[in-house]
C-alpha cells in the first residue's frame, strides 16, 4: 500500500477517493463558492448546498466540506443539518469547536446542539 495511506481507516480512504473523483469533475469547488458566500451570523444545511450545487446528495456536501483545506475562505462551520443540529463529525476540531465559531458569529445554539433556522437559515 502506498504510503500515503498508512493508518487510514476504510472510511477515511473513501472520503478520499470519493474527494479525488468528485474534486476532479469541479464539485467540490462548486460546493466550496457556494458555502463561502455564507454570512457570519447565518448557517446554511447540507440539503441546501447541495440543492444549489445541483448535487443528488447532501453527503457530498459534506464530504467536500470534510476535507475543506481552507476553512477562512470556505466557513464549513456555517452548515448545519436539515434539523438545525451541529455536525457530529465537524473535520475542523469538532463538535465543540463549531459551536464556538457560530456563538462567536452571533448564532445562538441550544443546549442540544441545534440552531434555530426560523432565525438563523441563510436565504440565498
Known sequence: ??????????????????????????????????????????????????????????????FALHVNKDPIAVPCHRVVNRFGHLASGYAMGGKDKQKKRLEDEGVKIDSDNKVDLDKYLWVP
Open 1 to 62: 500500500m502506498d504510503s500515503r495511506f498508512a493508518g487510514m481507516t476504510t472510511r477515511m480512504l473513501e472520503f478520499y477517493m470519493i474527494g479525488l473523483i468528485i474534486t476532479n469533475m469541479g464539485t467540490f469547488q462548486k460546493i466550496n463558492d457556494i458555502v463561502a458566500k455564507i454570512p457570519q451570523g447565518k448557517v446554511a444545511t447540507y440539503g441546501q448546498i447541495a440543492k444549489l450545487a445541483g448535487v443528488s446528495s447532501p453527503k457530498i456536501v459534506g
